[in-house]
T-cell receptor, first 112, second 112 residues
Framework: QKEVEQNSGPLSVPEGAIASLNCTYS??????FFWYRQYSGKSPELIMF????GDKEDGRFTAQLNKASQYVSLLIRDSQPSDSATYLC????????????FGGGTRVLVKP | NAGVTQTPKFQVLKTGQSMTLQCAQD?????MYWYRQDPGMGLRLIYY???????DKGEVPNGYNVSRLNKREFSLRLESAAPSQTSVYFC???????????FGDGTRLSIL
């Protein structure tokens, strides 16, 4: 079992709809979580990070963290074709210490 | 803003050849990381350096060596390249704990 799990997708979303991405983690000691977006052939770029239980909003993106249930989610509102990419979830802390542990990524396709 | 700079961007090697991938960051970050990314495998940590003068193994260190030359530079060396090391290599850096990692543009390495 991987320490950080994501559905590989693809998650197909109509333009203008909400894309909902989920990530579960096994290490209860993980303290911080990061969402990266990666376009094909490009490097990962940070979208959001979250430390505390609850929701954190930034523009069209909302990250949600539930430490009791050990899951992190990312909502993308008003999805655009430019949101088509692979989204990587990563956890920091716990047994991994100072290192990020990445999930395998969820591929999102936004169809016009 | 240069951020994290990796060289070269592309490289083709023959089995058994050696080479060094270079990484430099201009953000005065303490921690630096080397990852490889293969299709369907996500990002896997090869080596990391929590601070200048220290290096530690990650998830997949076999066949690689690293050098933290100074605070800015962290190089990855393949002593005897093997086809299994064909991959995209990303360098990343991070400043304070709980802060996100910033990635370079990657090096696409093919070993024939």
């Amino acid at each position: 079992q991987k320490e950080v799990e994501q559905n590989s997708g693809p998650l197909s979303v109509p333009e203008g709809a909400i894309a909902s991405l989920n990530c579960t983690y096994s290490d209860r000691g993980s303290q911080s979580f990061f969402w990266y977006r990666q376009y094909s052939g490009k490097s990962p770029e940070l979208i959001m990070f979250i430390y505390s239980n609850g929701d954190k909003e930034d523009g069209r993106f909302t990250a949600q963290l539930n430490k009791a249930s050990q899951y992190v989610s990312l909502l993308i509102r008003d999805s655009q074709p430019s949101d088509s990419a692979t989204y990587l979830c990563a956890g920091l802390g716990g047994a991994a210490g100072n290192k990020l542990t990445f999930g395998g990524g969820t591929r999102v396709l936004v169809k016009p | 803003n240069a951020g994290v700079t990796q060289t070269p961007k592309f490289q083709v090697l023959k089995t058994g050849q050696s080479m060094t991938l270079q990484c430099a960051q201009d953000m005065n970050h303490n921690s630096m990381y080397w990852y490889r990314q293969d299709p369907g495998m996500g990002l896997r940590l090869i080596y990391y350096s929590a601070s200048e003068g220290t290096t530690d193994k990650g998830e997949v260190p076999n066949g690689y060596n690293v050098s933290r030359l100074n605070k800015r530079e962290f190089s990855l060396r393949l002593e005897s390249a093997a086809p299994s090391q064909t991959s995209v290599y990303f360098c990343a850096s991070r400043g304070q704990p709980n802060q996100p990692q910033h990635f370079g543009d990657g090096t696409r390495l093919s070993i024939l």
